[in-house]
């Protein structure tokens, strides 16, 4: 029924619009001047009757009706009016040599005017319901106690099931992590959000989790960093933008098995104080950071106290000259990375 209607209003439409409109346009009869045909080529004897184009107009209109959703006929009137610029050949009465350009000149389809016809029909009209309302293990891949959530577009951590041991949402596009994301998830070892948009995280979103090792915040817009849990192995907040104002004397000093931590990348002025004796890498390459003390990464007060952990730091595209500071790596084994003159 739709068809029939759809089809009915542009036959209605042609037969309103093509009203005295079985011209032949003949080379010796000089009805119109071949410029004004848009399919002119020289030197060509040819007749074209205007009806003969119903049909093909038709299979052109079906061909692009099929899988679309259906259009009022008002509406099937209203893209062919703005399609043919308007300009109805109802409104013409005279067959003067004028006029019948005026006819032809007015029934000529743009292109652009067809490509907005085309896509308005072929237009859904009904938004599809988000997949984030899908089970957790639908939307992602749940796999041995992990679930992969990568690069879903989901905006805010799923519910996860109660065995999840390492959880993988990278480049989504999540902004908030809820202190209730994971305070039922107790067996969580492993985090991982990269490449999110989070900003904000409620007190003890992750501090509660007393198994975690490795969390990883890199590629985000955090300003602040979230109270961690003691156990913690790895952490990486690279690519943020965190200053050193936000990071309190003794934030990383209870964290007594911490290995590995990556703050590059970021807008600290200087080095966080009082690291763990675990340490074994820092990377802080590309801050703002201008000066190191010997207590930075040493003991002022003990010339033989040696670094033994600590074999890896990166301060390299920091404005600092790492030369005029040279009593502030007397007790690593290697030197930092970085610029020295």
């Known amino acids: 029924l739709t068809l029939q209607k759809l089809l009915a209003a542009i036959h209605v439409g042609f037969k309103k619009r093509l009203k005295d409109s079985n011209f032949i346009f003949r080379h010796q009869e000089n009805i119109l001047p071949y410029s004004a045909l848009p399919f002119y080529k020289p030197d060509l004897y040819f007749a074209v009757k205007m009806k003969a184009l119903y049909p093909i107009f038709f299979l052109f209109m079906f061909a692009a009706w099929v899988g679309s959703e259906q259009l009022k006929e008002e509406e099937v009137f209203k893209l062919y009016d703005e399609a043919f610029g308007g300009k109805p050949f109802a409104k013409f009465e005279d067959n ?24 308005k029909i072929r237009a859904p009209q009904t938004t599809p319901a988000p997949h984030t309302d899908l089970p957790t293990c639908l939307l992602c891949v749940c796999l041995s106690g992990s679930v992969y959530c990568e690069e879903t577009d989901i905006d805010a951590v799923p519910p996860l099931p109660k065995e999840t041991g390492y959880l993988y949402a990278r480049f989504n596009r999540i902004k908030r992590i809820n202190a ?162």
């Open 96 to 119: 003067t040599r004028e006029t019948k350009n005026t006819k032809l000149q007015a029934g000529v389809i743009s292109s652009t005017a067809a490509d907005r016809l085309i896509r």
């Open 180 to 341: 209730k994301d994971f305070s039922e998830i107790t067996t969580l070892k492993r985090i991982d959000l990269t490449g999110n948009l989070i900003d904000t995280i409620e007190e003890g979103a992750f501090s509660k989790l007393p198994l975690l090792e490795e969390l990883t915040l890199a590629e985000n817009r955090l300003t602040k960093l979230p109270a961690l849990p003691p156990k913690l192995i790895l952490f990486n907040a690279n690519h943020n933008q965190l200053k050193s104002k936000v990071i309190k004397a003794n934030f990383f000093k209870k964290l007594t098995n911490l290995v590995s931590l990556y703050l590059g990348d970021n807008a600290l002025e200087m080095v966080p104080p009082n690291l763990p004796e675990t340490l074994r890498t820092i990377h802080l390459q590309n801050n703002n950071i201008t000066t190191v003390t010997d207590d930075t990464f040493c003991k002022s007060n003990n010339t033989r106290y040696i670094r033994h952990a600590l074999n890896e730091v990166r301060l390299d595209g920091n404005p600092i000259f790492l030369a005029k500071f040279p009593n502030s790596f007397t007790c690593l084994k290697n030197l930092p990375s970085g610029k020295y003159f």
